[in-house]
């Protein structure tokens, strides 16, 4: 062989061992610094700095940093993890570098707002959000619907909820749901009908899978609540009329002429407590309602989706 | 053959050298000593952080744009100037050519790394009046920028092998704009489906990751680094660096030099 | 054995943008260079002379066909240490001063370090630059630099030496120098191989040369073989105003211009036509020669193609 075969021979095993090894490397490198990553992303928090620091290309730092938020949000989703800290200046920073960027503010709007574990338990920071995007956005309709998003579900203030619907009811092209919300809002606001209307305009509304998803959610436990509702009114009246609790399900269902026992958006039948409540089979897989919880019942602290999207 | 590689080394730090790179130290001591200046009359906790930040940032930068304008001209200038002829019409194999370049350049920039490393500990000393044990991991920071600029060299001098001095700079520099964003880039490449997939992770695996050997913040706020990946990315340069040159050793032995 | 043994090579380069289409810069080439030697490689510019050195430095490698330097095959690495080479117009590290550059070329050739300070200091004085073996390169002229060239080619003491055009761009004095320095090296036994396209430098040193025109071989042998079937002419220029018979009587053309007379004829008959003219007592002016039998020997093997290109001195 000679020399230059022998050169070339060396040469390409080389480049086929260290490509591979360098691959296998970085999987363990990987693994090592999971939270390097974000705590890096972060060590700028102040938007202005990030915006100055792009050197004027704050369009695909924006980008950037909307990947990262959905990103950050999914994984630590996926850890079962209990806090979303870095979601507000993730979206922020986003925001800032491109006010144009409509999804961050719908995220926000689903993700920020709600307590731990389904999202980061700020909803001040959500509603300063949603104004800036407005103020940036006037003529967008949907940011108005987050804004009164906000406000209806997380901080039941109905009256400022009504204000922005109405404003984003006056933007031209507006949906037509938005008048209705905000009629909505001036009477029926704690009712279930009014909370399935928002939750399915949301998900309508939306193309981002976890947003989705979480409004698939919420509208399945919305329909348990409502359910545990008539139910527990079925309960008392049967109570009212016999002088005892109903025994099971049955006899409530006969009373009330029903055509079987009811069930649960997962197939289950709702049962009723010794003392006369009723009760969700499974309450694990309905992490937003309130009513049909047994007596001192703790959520784990996770959340897990069980719709599809 | 040991010894030709070593002269061949020798020879080209020394025109890195007579090429006045080394001047760059004096912009790199005018920057560091300039923001330290003006940092110091801001409150303690902050000058610490932009002084490191800001110091090893630069040293960097500075080290990174040496290995590439200068890894670039290493065979395409000596190819378009002839010198190459004399060269490879001796016992010298070209292999040798290429490893001994890639000596006398990493030579070059340790050196130079070196020296901005006692102008950031200086400054590091003006503002923070004392330097703490923690201090040290602002060592561990340089050496990762030293592996980085070996990934460097050895990306210059493939490109150089085979393209025109232009084209090989951009490539180099687009290589490491991608790979400081290395992690982003496995980011999306998880988000894909199909074939992109495929091309987006293999992308990403094998662009070249400078995100991981940037502790640069993480040093800034006195964070411990881990001695497994102090090992694991040490590995990692070298055999990255070893596969670039593999490459330039292949390509260059097939050059046809009109 | 022969210093040189160029075995059928040959180099086509696909040129061309998009459609890449075959040139052939070198066809299938045979060649011998005996020991000791000096062997001119001769052909207008682009005739593949080049071509051929640098497939025999391992700069480019030939499409087909070997050689054999002296004795060994062309690619083995320790027929390097053997050869010296200088490439046509030379540029060489200039940051570095002679001495430096001659120094990195010896740790290269392998000159142990007891011998290279020694043989440095020789190889300047046989080029003549060791006043300034201090000077950094990139201060040499045009001169300087082709002798520190030679300095480099020969530094290692190679049996062999290669020079690609040596004499371009270099003032007559600069070629004289080349030219003594190319006589010295045959002198001590070493062999020169190159290659020019000035027919005079050949036709002064040679023992024997090859004519390669698009290619191709044209003609390969001693200077007298080849030219002693091609004769050159004179032009002689004499006081008269009649033209005598003897001259005419040799073949000579002649042309009366006012006082003088001016004839042409073969260079065979220069002496003749010299006597003749004493005989008749005519005061000679010039003897000046038109072109050398080499050239027109050269001038004839090329023009079996189309066009000559390239330019003659």
Not at chain 3, 287 to 302: A, C, D, G, H, W
Request: net charge neutral; charged share 20%; hydrophobic share 45%.
């Amino acid at each position: 062989m000679t020399s230059r075969q022998k050169t070339t021979l060396f040469a390409a095993t080389c480049l086929v061992i260290s490509m591979s090894a360098s691959v296998l490397l970085l999987h363990h490198i990987d693994e090592i610094r999971p939270r390097a990553t974000i705590e890096d992303v972060l060590y700028i928090s102040s938007p202005t700095i990030v915006k100055r620091a792009s050197l004027g290309f704050n369009g695909l730092m924006a980008c950037l940093y909307w990947t990262r938020a959905v990103q950050y949000f999914g994984n630590r989703h996926h850890d079962r993890a209990q806090s979303f800290n870095e979601l507000a200046p993730l979206l922020e920073i986003t925001t800032v570098l491109d006010p144009q960027i409509i999804p961050p503010y719908q995220f926000g709007a689903t993700f920020l707002a709600p307590k731990a574990p389904s999202g980061a338990g700020q909803p001040d920071r959500a509603i300063k959000l949603m104004e800036y995007g407005i103020e940036h956005n006037p003529d967008n309709w949907h940011l108005y619907y987050d804004l009164g998003f906000v406000y209806y579900t997380e901080l039941k203030d109905y009256k400022k909820a009504g204000e922005a619907f109405d404003r984003g009811s006056k933007v031209p092209n507006a949906h037509p749901f938005m008048k209705l919300l905000a009629a909505q809002m001036e009477e029926h606001a704690g009712d279930f009908s009014t909370a399935r209307m928002l939750w399915t305009a949301t998900y309508e509304s939306s193309t981002e899978t976890n947003i989705r998803q979480n409004a698939r959610e919420h509208l399945r436990c919305i329909k348990v609540d409502e359910d545990v509702t008539n139910l527990q009114a079925a309960v008392d009246r049967f109570t009212q009329f016999n002088g005892r609790v109903p025994a099971s399900m049955w006899e409530v269902a006969m009373a009330e002429h029903l055509a079987g026992i009811p069930v649960d958006p997962d197939g289950n039948p709702y049962q009723i407590s010794g003392d006369g409540h009723v009760l969700v089979k499974n309450p694990d897989n309905f992490p937003f309602i309130t009513q049909g919880l047994p007596p001192g019942y703790k959520r784990t602290g996770t959340v897990k989706f069980h719709s599809a999207p | 053959m040991n010894a030709r590689i070593l002269h061949i080394a020798s020879n080209t730090f020394r025109e890195a050298v007579r090429d006045r790179v080394l001047y760059n130290l004096i912009a790199f001591a005018l920057l560091i000593s300039g923001a330290a200046i003006l940092v110091g009359q801001i409150s303690i906790e902050v000058e610490r952080l932009v002084v490191v930040n800001l110091g090893l940032t630069a040293v960097s930068l500075f080290g990174v744009v040496i290995a590439i304008f200068i890894g670039i001209a290493l065979v395409s200038k000596e190819i378009e100037k002839r010198t190459l002829y004399t060269v490879l019409s001796r016992p010298v194999r070209r292999w040798e050519f290429i490893i001994g370049k890639f000596f006398g350049l990493a030579g070059t920039l340790v050196v130079n790394t070196f020296f901005m490393a006692i102008g950031v500990f200086g400054a590091l000393l003006y503002v923070a009046h004392r330097l703490t044990v923690s201090d040290a991991s602002i060592l561990v920071a340089l050496y990762f920028i030293i592996l980085e600029f070996l990934i460097i060299c050895s990306l210059s001098l493939l490109f150089s092998s085979f393209s025109t001095p232009l084209l090989s700079a951009v490539f180099a520099f687009s290589l490491f704009i991608i790979g400081s964003f290395a992690d982003d880039l496995r980011g999306f490449a998880r988000l894909t489906h199909g074939i992109t997939k495929w091309f987006a992770t293999g992308a990403a695996y094998l662009l070249p990751n400078f995100s991981a050997l940037n502790v640069i913040s993480a040093v800034a706020h006195q964070q411990h680094i881990a001695s497994q990946l102090i090992l694991q990315n040490t590995l990692y340069a070298l055999f990255y660096t070893a596969m670039a040159l593999s490459g330039a050793v292949l390509i260059f032995e097939r050059r046809n030099l009109k | 054995m022969p210093a040189i043994e160029i075995l059928g090579l040959e180099k086509t380069y696909m040129v061309g943008f998009w459609r890449k289409r075959p040139k052939r810069a070198l066809k299938p080439l045979h060649l011998t260079v005996e020991n000791g030697e000096i062997f001119g490689f001769l052909g207008p510019n682009g005739a593949g002379k080049t071509t051929t050195l640098k497939m025999l430095m391992g700069l480019v490698f030939p499409t087909s066909g070997t050689a054999r330097i002296l004795g060994q095959e062309w690619t083995e690495p320790s027929v390097k240490a053997q050869i010296g080479f200088l490439p046509e117009q030379p540029y060489f590290y200039d940051y570095l001063t002679a001495h430096e550059l001659l120094n990195y070329y010896g740790q290269l050739s392998g000159v142990p370090a007891r011998d290279r300070k020694r043989r440095i200091d020789e190889v300047l004085q046989q080029v003549g630059l060791t006043g300034v073996k201090g000077v950094q390169l990139r201060k040499f002229s045009k001169g300087m630099l082709q002798r520190a060239g030679i300095a480099q080619a020969i530094l290692h003491n190679p049996q062999l030496v290669f020079f690609d055009e040596p004499m371009s761009g270099l003032d007559p004095l600069g070629r004289r120098e080349v030219r003594d320095l190319m006589e010295q090296l045959k002198q001590q036994g070493k062999t020169v191989f190159f290659s020019t396209h000035i027919l005079s430098d050949a036709e002064a040193l040679c023992d024997r040369v090859a004519i390669i025109h698009k290619g191709e071989l044209r003609g390969v042998g001693a200077i007298e073989e080849l030219t002693s079937n091609v004769q050159g002419k004179v032009e002689i220029v004499w006081q008269g105003t009649v033209v005598p018979a003897s001259m005419k009587a040799l073949g000579a053309e002649c042309h009366v211009s006012g006082e003088t007379v001016r004839g042409v004829l073969s260079e065979r008959q220069q002496d003749a036509a010299i006597d003749a003219l004493r005989r008749e007592r005519m005061r000679l002016i010039s003897i000046t020669p038109l072109r050398t039998s080499l050239e027109n020997y050269f001038v004839e093997k090329l023009q079996h193609s189309e066009t000559t290109a390239g330019t003659l001195v």
